[in-house]
Each structure stands twice: as C-alpha cells, then as structure tokens.
C-alpha cells in the first residue's frame, strides 16, 4: 500500500503562486509515476502533470505555468504553480501508480479569485 498526503493549497488571486506538496509513505518502492490531476464539481478528473523516470508531462492548459518535480530523499512530489488563474480552481489529486495500481491522495482545495 502507499499512502499520499497532500498540502499547499489555498486562496490566492489570479496570477499569483501556490506550490503542492504531495509525500508518499508506505510500499513506495517501485513506483512509476507520481502526479497531479485536479477535479471540479461535475466534471471529470484531468492529468494536470505526471513524473516518471523518462520525464515529464503537462496538461495543455498548464504548460509554462506548472511545473512538477520530486524529492527523493523526501519521497515528495511537488507541483509549483505560477501565473494562476481563475480556472485553476478546483480539487487537486495527487497519484502514485505502483504495479499498475492507482493511489490517491485526500485532495486539497485551490481556489483562484480573479
């Protein structure tokens, strides 16, 4: 089992700067990738950025703007948000996936006021 625990977010006006931290415990060997996804009320879930030994990825919307890195003497996966705006709010997710397992964390609120 891994657990994620998440922490940052918060209020911040539009173009404004928050970082997420995500720390992951557990069975954290042999993780593949660790992410951010975000969720707003009756919409689906979306990729925001995702880690893995062979890079990173971005979600469109986000490029230039976030930027996700880990720590591994922490065994913590950050997501470094610059430039928000309003349509950054929602819940942000942290994901490990492990032997092709989804892991969650708890979520954490983001809300950008324009």
């Known amino acids: 089992q891994v657990q994620l625990v998440e922490s940052g977010g918060g209020l911040v006006q539009s173009g404004g700067s928050l970082r997420l931290s995500c720390a992951a415990s557990?069975?954290?060997?042999?993780?593949?990738?660790m992410g951010w996804y975000r969720q707003v009320a009756g919409k689906q879930r979306e990729l925001v950025a995702r880690?893995?030994?062979?890079?990173?990825k971005y979600a469109d919307s986000v490029k230039g703007r976030f930027i996700i890195y880990t720590d591994n003497a922490k065994n913590t996966v950050y997501l470094q948000m610059n430039s928000l705006k309003p349509e950054d709010t929602a819940v942000y997710y942290c994901?490990?996936?492990?032997?092709?397992?989804?892991?969650w964390g708890q979520g954490t609120q983001v809300t950008v006021s324009s």
């Open positions: 994901n490990a996936i492990k032997n092709f397992l989804d892991y």
């Open positions: 557990g069975s954290i060997f042999s993780i593949s990738a």
């Open positions: 880690i893995t030994s062979a890079g990173t």
